[in-house]
């Protein structure tokens, strides 16, 4: 089983920067599907942007060009550098992971990752 604990939300203002963590244990991480996903209170969880073991990376539209998904594999780590932040980015940002390769994308896209974290709050304020 894998835990996963995020780090690094907090409140900034509109077009400043957030880099978030996301620190697996109990297992490596190297071969999985990662991902981060966001969810406002009353809207539905989004998809942020994936990351396939090869190193292989999807976004949402939204965040293209913005946001940058990488892992640190020494650390068992996934980070998100989130520049550019808009109001529209506000919301709990959560943490996932799955031992899927060939279906990682697919699975990002549906929101069907196995393990999850607990979240840490972005708050973007105009």
């Known amino acids: 089983q894998v835990q996963l604990v995020e780090s690094g939300g907090g409140s900034v203002q509109s077009g400043g920067s957030l880099r978030l963590s996301c620190a697996a244990s109990r297992t490596t991480v190297n071969n999985y599907c990662m991902a981060w996903f966001r969810q406002v209170p009353g809207k539905g969880r989004e998809g942020v942007a994936g990351?396939?073991?090869?190193?292989?990376?999807t976004y949402a539209d939204s965040v293209k060009d913005r946001f940058t998904i990488s892992r640190d594999n020494a650390r068992n780590t996934l980070i998100l550098e989130m520049n550019n932040l808009e109001p529209e980015d506000t919301g709990m940002y959560y943490c996932a992971a799955d031992k899927s390769y060939s279906t990682c994308f697919q699975q990002f896209e549906r929101g069907s990752l196995e393990y999850w974290g607990q979240g840490t709050q972005v708050t973007v304020s105009s």
């Open positions: 990351s396939r073991s090869d190193g292989a990376a």
